[in-house]
């Protein structure tokens, strides 16, 4: 038989609490929010935790404490008169140790608990917080993602078989975090999120006119075959006539002039496209990431060009999936709103945390 | 150039300024804020509630250049611009002095000789003022202000709408004294300003007008921040050459003054120069050049940094960061000051930052950390 694991008790607690307990001396408690955990603790251990904290939005500012009590600390703690079998009264004397969830907070509240007699303590759940926001964070993007292609009438994620190895958790990692790769082997759809930026960076000067769509489907060809589209004298010539007609024309739904310019570049580089990832849906994708992440997105323009797309296309799925993750839940939610109600005026990108 | 932020899309705190200094018209007011947290936008709202309730009062709004004066009247309506006076601070000498309330922008930078012009003109003063900016030595101390709006009810923003937290660390790591209050909140995003080390001044400039060009659209134009107007002759000197302007430019005559005020067109002949020759080009400052031809083609705004006080562009560029320059030009400046300039310079980028230098770097360069900086490489197309 295997000796069993050394336990310890810990809760979490958010700043305004933590303050209170250093000022007061004691708060009331709910006592299943003392969580046993070996002391090896690992970061799935953790995470039951973290979930019982009281926050609401995991991206927000809220500052977290864990703090140690001892292990019979559920059965010794005073009960809150009306309610004793489930409320407790964590006093400072109980905590073994104050534990911020950050070396950032450490540094931040280090005098604040010195000033009421409190030592806080090392970091050292930090690795495990980081963790555990990421993949609730990830949860959070997909379910708004869910709700997005629900009322834009697009199939829905699930319905979608990637025929690459890339699972939809993975790429939602990769566009919130663009910088660490996810696979060794990067297909078409990972060149596209994590190339967003250099697209957005190489068509600057394009995106108020009409040769925004060849723009960014050109440098797209380059990222992805690493090939320069425009060596074929044919080509350049076809590319670079479009490209001068449609640089005075305001960006708007695509001519045909731009249709058949961009059939030209698929027929000529067939291996850069796929069935999700056409040469019109580089520029959606360029246009709907930069603007989200800088709040530019006007949802008219974002509705419009769901429009121009067929609704069952993978097209459509992945657009919507960039769209929803860049603007975040609360985001997609206002979005969805004013798509509905076709009141466009309300996007309001100051969202409380 | 759309600037004015509706109502709507203000953020919490910045409605709780507005609301209490519209419901507290008999008492001073004091906004304060980090660079880009949208005080003026604030000031602009309050202007256009006072100058469109039932019952308007006798309003003044008073800022230190004419751009910014230009800047604030085309956020208001046409209602509330009849309504208001609206003047530099040079210009208040000439206005009534029975306002029932005056407002006043950029108030870190007012003259000390200015204050008392401005006391005389209302019992009540609404301020906008951060002393982070203040970059001119004329400007007023800070107990001067404080003496002259004492005692004023203080609205602190705390969201920081304009620059990115790439460009907030590019700041403060160089402007290590800037004041930041609990809780500031920084858009986040992936843009990372870009280093440019050219192998002459030529290489450098002609580099970064192209640049500025390639990534300037409608409604998002490029500035160029040069220290003193000695360097605006020297690169529009180059960039005429290089792109075959016809004649020779006129001199943006140095006389390494920043504006205050000054004459109303002084960039008239460089700018009909440059008009000549279809450049996009356009040297700002001191009344000189359109914000507004921005909305209608790519625009390339030169100007020193003194003239980009209050403003902001999508597209910033700090050419000439090289060791033996100062960024103030004129004698006798602190390397508290030059730290300011390079701070208000840097934090009017609401897109992009560029920084660049040849032979060897100013000493602020080095003191950025690496990883905030990515080194620049021309694009190989231009759409």
């Known amino acids: 038989m295997s000796e069993p694991a050394i336990k310890q008790t810990l809760i979490a607690l958010n700043s305004t609490e933590w303050l209170n307990l250093c000022a007061r001396g004691s708060i009331r408690i709910v006592k299943r929010r003392a969580i046993a955990v070996p002391t090896n603790a690992t970061t799935k251990d953790l995470d039951k935790v973290f979930v019982v904290a009281p926050f609401t939005k995991v991206s927000s500012a809220v500052d977290l404490f864990v703090l140690e009590v001892p292990n019979n600390w559920t059965k010794t703690a005073s009960k809150h008169r009306s309610m004793p079998s489930e409320v407790s009264i964590l006093n400072l004397a109980d905590v073994v140790s104050h534990h911020p969830v950050s070396q950032a907070h450490f540094e931040h509240y280090k005098n604040k ?241 | 150039m759309k600037w004015m932020v509706p109502i709507n899309d203000l953020d919490a705190v910045q409605m709780r300024a507005i609301e209490s200094i519209i419901d507290n018209q008999d008492r001073n007011h004091w906004v304060k804020g980090f660079a880009g947290s949208g005080k003026t936008v604030v000031l602009t709202h309050v202007l256009e509630r006072l100058a469109t309730s039932d019952q308007p009062i006798r309003v003044c709004f008073a800022t230190f250049t004419h751009a910014l004066k230009d800047l604030v009247e085309s956020g208001l309506s046409d209602i509330a611009k009849k309504r208001i006076d609206i003047s530099t601070f040079n210009g208040l000498k000439n206005l009534r002095n029975d306002y029932d309330l005056v407002v006043a922008d950029e108030m870190q930078d007012i003259p000390s000789r200015q204050l008392p012009i401005l006391a005389k003109k209302s019992d009540v003063l609404v301020i906008a003022a951060d002393f982070d900016q203040s970059i001119y030595r004329s400007a007023c101390s800070t107990a001067e202000l404080n003496a002259a709006v004492k005692p004023a009810k203080e609205h602190q923003l705390r969201e920081i709408h304009r620059i990115n937290d790439n460009i907030f660390e590019i700041a403060t790591s160089v402007y290590t004294d800037a004041y930041i209050v609990s809780q500031t909140t920084v858009r986040q995003d992936e843009e990372q300003a870009r280093i440019y080390t050219a192998v002459s001044a030529r290489d450098e400039f002609t580099t970064m007008y192209q640049e500025a060009l390639r990534v300037s659209a409608k409604e998002r134009p490029s500035a160029i921040l040069l220290p003193s107007k000695a360097l605006l002759d020297k690169f529009i000197a180059i960039i005429a050459s290089e792109n075959s302007y016809s004649g020779t430019p006129p001199s943006v005559k140095n006389d390494d003054r920043p504006e205050i005020g000054g004459p109303a067109d002084p960039f008239k002949e460089i700018n009909s120069y440059l008009k000549k020759n279809r450049s996009n080009l356009q040297v700002f400052g001191g009344g000189s050049g359109s914000l507004y031809d921005s909305d209608t083609k790519k625009m390339v705004y030169l100007m020193t940094y003194h003239s980009a006080k209050g403003l902001d562009f999508a597209n910033v560029f700090l050419p000439h960061l090289t060791s033996d320059v100062s960024l103030e030009p004129m004698k006798g400046s602190s390397d508290d000051q030059e730290r300011r300039i390079f701070f208000v310079a840097s934090t009017r980028a609401r897109e992009r930052l560029y920084l660049s230098y040849h032979d060897e770097p100013h000493r602020f360069i080095e003191e950025i950390p690496e990883e905030l900086l990515q080194t620049f490489h021309k694009q190989k197309r231009n759409y």
């Open chain 1, 113 to 353: 608990g010195l000033s009421c007699g409190v030592d806080l303590q090392e970091a050292k759940f930090e690795q495990a917080w980081l963790s555990w926001t990421m993949s609730e964070t990830v949860k959070d993007a997909l379910r708004s993602v869910e709700l997005l292609q629900k009322s834009l009438g697009i199939k829905s994620l699930s319905e979608i078989k990637r025929p690459d190895r890339y699972k939809w958790e993975d790429l939602v990692r990769l566009a919130l975090r663009p910088n660490d790769p996810i696979k060794p082997k990067p297909a078409h759809v990972e060149t596209l999120i994590s190339g967003i930026r250099k697209l957005a960076d190489a068509v600057a000067g394009s995106t108020d006119s009409e040769s925004f769509y060849l723009a960014c489907a050109i440098e797209w060809v380059d990222l992805r075959l690493k090939k320069d589209p425009m060596k074929k004298k044919s080509t350049r010539e076809l590319l670079n006539n479009t490209l001068g007609k449609l640089k005075d024309v305001p960006l708007a739904e695509p001519s045909s002039e731009t249709i058949a310019a961009l059939k030209h570049l698929s027929d000529s580089f067939p291996k850069a496209f796929t069935e999700e990832i056409s040469a019109l849906s580089i520029a959606h994708a360029v246009r709907f990431v930069t603007a989200a992440r800088s709040k530019r997105l006007k949802p008219e323009i974002a509705i419009q060009m769901f429009n121009s797309i067929e609704k069952s296309s993978s097209t459509s799925v992945l657009l919507s999936f960039l769209l929803a993750v860049s603007l975040d839940v609360e985001l997609t939610n206002q979005f969805i709103r004013a798509s509905t109600k076709q009141d466009f005026a309300e996007m309001n990108w100051d969202l409380p945390n």
